[in-house]
């Protein structure tokens, strides 16, 4: 039963005014303390939101840091593979000459050979 009815059904008038009063100033309390929090979230929230922007631009400044570094790595790494690779082809070629000349110089002991031990005609 809320207070009003129990003034009405019996109850003292000036205990059930008395009750309202109460209920009435909990209420008051309670506004004040919902406005107090409001202003707060109004004061913090520009904060907060500023806050939270001043840290997006530092991600975003970090973020375009690393990628210019990463691009910057990259091209390091593609001209070193270049070079690398002609390196390499450089090696290969060469070894392939060396290649070439050992077998070319073992053909002709082997023809010498052959020329040596075929019997010559004495005269």
Excluded: H
Aim: hydrophobic share 35%; charged share 25%; net charge negative.
């Amino acid at each position: 039963m809320i207070p009003a009815q129990k003034a009405s059904t019996g109850g003292s008038a000036p205990d059930a005014f008395q009750q309202e009063a109460e209920r009435l100033q909990d209420l008051m309390q309670d506004k004040g303390e919902l406005l107090l929090r409001v202003q707060t979230l109004r004061q913090v929230q520009p904060e907060a939101v500023q806050g939270l922007s001043d840290w997006r631009t530092k991600l975003n400044d970090q973020v375009r840091d690393y990628q210019e570094e990463m691009g910057s790595l990259n091209t390091t790494l593609k001209t070193e593979v270049s070079q690398l690779r002609s390196e390499f082809n450089q090696l290969r070629d060469t070894l392939r000459q060396q290649m070439e000349l050992t077998v070319s110089l073992a053909n002709g002991e082997k023809k010498t050979d052959a020329a040596s031990t075929v019997p010559q005609k004495q005269f």
